[in-house]
């Protein structure tokens, strides 16, 4: 299974490049953020054409996620439990959830597509919000790898985090100032891996941004930053033989201002006798 995570920035303004890429580097499974349209806004054609199944959570011109798969797409979530909610203004619990997750099972494996919130500035509610969110995702995370410590679990999308000073290229993100950067955000991100989870690019991967601002020529100066994760359970990682950072699909006309983010799986396929399957926990 070749697995790819991309922030389209609007599905409807890039559907043909993001198709186009899909076919061209024979993806099998594409988690999508930042649709950015309801679901009977989404253009189900174009990919159906190309011979894929596409399960799409958007409420509004903002947010939004998508799947994207060649095989059957099963068991789809729409939120995670505990996932919060958020409205300017709103205290409680029972603030409105936002379109920033989508989990389906895809040949076996969980695959999540997830937006985290940006949380915008530090003193900002939505900064709060942020925090609270990824301690939602990791206490759901950890249960379910406790309950099912077997399971191939993938955790993919746009994290709005970058993790060490080596994922930050952009002057204007500093610690102190800026989010993304800011200790409990790392913090944050460090108790989600704890939960069971290991980012499967990097390793394979040791160099590359994957994000860069539209403004001020950042990409050309390549003053990026790293954001966009694919977060693996053990039984993932165990399976995973590559990993890409497809840096030029920033480049040409109208692009996103993220790229994607590959990784190819070596499954178990269900069929083998037991002798000839991986040992992938070893």
């Known amino acids: 299974m070749r697995l790819a995570t991309w922030n389209v920035n609007s599905i409807r303004a890039r559907v043909g490049r993001i198709v186009a890429f899909a076919e061209r580097e024979h993806i099998d499974v594409l988690a999508m953020q930042e649709i950015k349209c309801k679901p009977e806004q989404f253009p189900f054609a174009e990919f159906e054409a190309a011979g894929f199944h596409v399960e799409a ?69 939505h900064y709060a919000y942020k925090l609270h969110w990824l301690k939602a995702l990791e206490q759901h995370t950890r ?50 891996e704890s939960a069971g989870l290991v980012d499967v690019v990097r390793p394979l991967v040791p160099e590359g941004f994957t994000y860069w601002d539209y403004k ?24 995973v033989t590559g990993a890409a950072i497809h840096r030029d699909e920033r480049k040409g006309d109208a692009p996103s201002d993220h790229v994607p983010v590959v990784v190819d799986l070596d499954l178990p396929t269900g069929d083998e006798d037991d002798e000839d399957v991986p040992m992938i926990f070893g």
Do not use: C
């Open 143 to 192: 249960e379910q790898l406790t309950r099912d410590p077997d399971l191939p679990l993938a955790l993919v999308g746009d994290f709005n985090i970058a993790p060490t000073d080596a994922d930050n290229g952009d002057p204007q993100v500093v610690e102190g100032v800026s989010t993304h950067v800011s200790p409990r955000e790392r913090q944050a991100f460090a108790e989600l």
């Open 57 to 125: 959570h958007g409420l509004n011109q903002w947010n939004g996620v998508a799947i994207a798969s060649r095989e059957p797409i099963e068991d789809v979530e729409h939120s995670f439990p505990g996932m919060p909610g958020f409205l300017k203004g709103h205290e409680g619990p029972d603030a409105p959830l936002e379109a920033r997750a989508i989990g389906a099972t895809i040949g076996g494996v969980r695959v999540w597509s997830l937006y985290v919130p940006n949380g915008r500035s530090l003193g900002d509610p």
């Open 216 to 239: 001020a020529i950042k990409f050309v100066r390549n003053q990026g930053m790293r954001i966009d994760f694919i977060l693996g359970s053990r039984a993932l990682a165990d399976a």
